[in-house]
């Protein structure tokens, strides 16, 4: 299994919709969990930290769930602009070193 | 702006060719990494420095060498690379290694032929 595992989409939406994307992780013990996102031929830049109790930022709400081992990220409301590659991050087996998912891509269309 | 730079920001090499890359935060970070990412490939991890001491090494083969003179700037120095290293390659650091977030550099593409 992978440590990190993501849906690689594409997502294709229209823009105004909303939009939820999912992240297992095998690593039961991981305490740190991210979400980046990486625009095209871009570097990967964060996006939002997630809490065990969910965060919310504007627009983007992170969710985590420790009994399934997963991450989401809840996009609403969605513009142009967030067409992007998003990388869900988690902390790896030696408790030091980040894990980076493959991405879900995300194409919002007019 | 970022605060971590990277060069060049584009590379074509022969296998035969030696060349090395650079990369230096201006973040007062301790901890730096190097990243390949390949196409439809997750970030793969391959080097992480931390107070310029090397604390990991993924596996990666002896033809990719890093260097940490100081906490500010790393190197990646390649010898005799295979079209399959073809890459983008990111360097990132953070305040310490250990669960933080990671400011990425903005890469240096990389061709082998």
């Known amino acids: 299994r992978k440590e990190v595992e993501q849906d690689p989409g594409p997502f294709n939406v229209p823009e105004g919709a909303t939009v939820a994307f999912n992240c297992t992780y095998s690593?039961?013990?991981?305490?740190?969990f991210f979400w980046y996102r990486q625009d095209c031929r871009k570097e990967p830049k964060l996006l939002m930290s997630?809490?065990?109790s969910g965060n919310e930022d504007g627009r983007f709400t992170a969710q985590l769930n420790r009994a399934s081992q997963y991450i989401s990220l809840l996009i609403r409301d969605s513009k142009l602009s967030d067409s992007a590659t998003y990388l869900c991050v988690v902390n790896g087996y030696n408790n030091n070193d980040m894990r980076f998912g493959a991405g879900t891509r995300l194409t919002v269309k007019p | 702006e970022t605060g971590v730079t990277q060069t060049p920001r584009h590379l074509v090499m022969g296998m035969t060719n030696k060349k090395s890359l650079k990369c230096e935060q201006h973040l007062g970070h301790n901890a730096m990494y190097w990243y390949k990412q390949s196409a439809k490939k997750p970030l793969e991890l391959m080097f992480v420095y931390n107070f310029k001491e090397q604390t990991e090494n993924n596996s990666v083969p002896s033809r990719f060498s890093p260097e940490c003179p100081n906490s500010s700037h790393l190197f990646l120095h390649l010898h005799t690379l295979q079209p399959e290293d073809s890459a983008l390659y990111l360097c990132a650091s953070s305040p310490r290694r250990a669960r933080e977030t990671q400011y990425f550099g903005p890469g240096t593409r990389l061709l082998v032929l």
């Open positions: 997630v809490y065990s």
């Open positions: 690593n039961s013990a991981s305490q740190s």
